[in-house]
């Protein structure tokens, strides 16, 4: 049994949608970040950076295993149930390559703009322009990528199209409300958020915590 810990937010949810598609029977803890619960003692010793998602696997060789950092718990899952990563060749490296990607600039870029264009007080217009430019620039980038591929890391959907899904759609919901005359103009990112959108497993991981 796997032990999810999570919270409402596309960083928690790549990990809920990830376990529905592999089918690995999981139980779920929701850590309350309105409630500051990402900072108690016993959610540390699992996450020391105090941030959702992070995952416990009971059945871990070796005994308990935690992983905390939504690309790590993807490739984890993937490694131990041989299931959305391919074990060797290009599509393997262009999985890795955009789950990277992902994490690293996709998510914070994403994250930013959602805190200054949705969530801040004070609304700053230059916070809102760069992190809303950068965003815009990355979506350009998958465009590109999914207008050649059908899913991200190649012919084969994978971690990277669930590392991808939850902060594009947020990114997207954002900028509609924010701020509408931007228009990122992302076709073929539309089509494949339909096509994410249509996994009974992705609609079972976006409902994940249940509170
Ligand atoms: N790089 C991390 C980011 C995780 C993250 O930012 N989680 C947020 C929720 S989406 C969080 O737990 N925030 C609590 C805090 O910062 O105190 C990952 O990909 O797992």
Redesign the pocket.
Same mark, same amino acid.
């Given at each position: 049994m796997i032990d999810l810990y999570t919270?409402t937010? #596309?960083?928690?949810r790549k990990a809920s949608i990830m376990l529905e598609e592999v089918g690995l029977p999981y139980r779920v803890h929701p850590v309350d970040?309105s409630k500051d619960q990402?900072f108690e003692p016993s959610f540390l010793a699992i996450s020391p950076n105090?941030?959702? #998602?992070a995952i416990v696997d009971n059945d871990a060789p070796g005994g308990p295993q935690a992983v905390?950092?939504?690309?790590a718990i993807l490739v984890y899952l993937a490694d131990k149930t041989g299931q959305l990563l391919a074990t060797e060749g290009p599509e393997r490296w262009a999985a890795l390559e955009w789950t990277f990607w992902q994490?690293g600039g996709l998510?914070p870029m994403a994250?930013q703009y959602n805190y200054f264009a949705m969530r801040a007080e004070e609304k700053i217009p230059a916070a809102i322009a760069r992190f809303g430019d950068e965003v815009t620039r990355l979506l350009g980038v998958l465009d590109r990528r999914l207008n050649d591929h059908p899913w991200i890391a190649g012919e084969h959907y994978s971690i990277a199209d669930i590392a991808t899904f939850t902060w594009t759609k947020a990114a997207l919901a954002a900028m509609a409300k924010a701020e509408p005359d931007r228009e990122p103009g992302v076709p073929a990112v539309e089509n494949w958020l339909m096509a994410m959108q249509a996994r009974p497993a992705v609609q079972q991981g976006m409902a994940v915590p249940k509170l």
């Open positions: 919270w937010t #596309p960083n928690g970040l990402q105090n941030k959702i #998602p905390f950092e939504s690309g994490v998510g994250g």
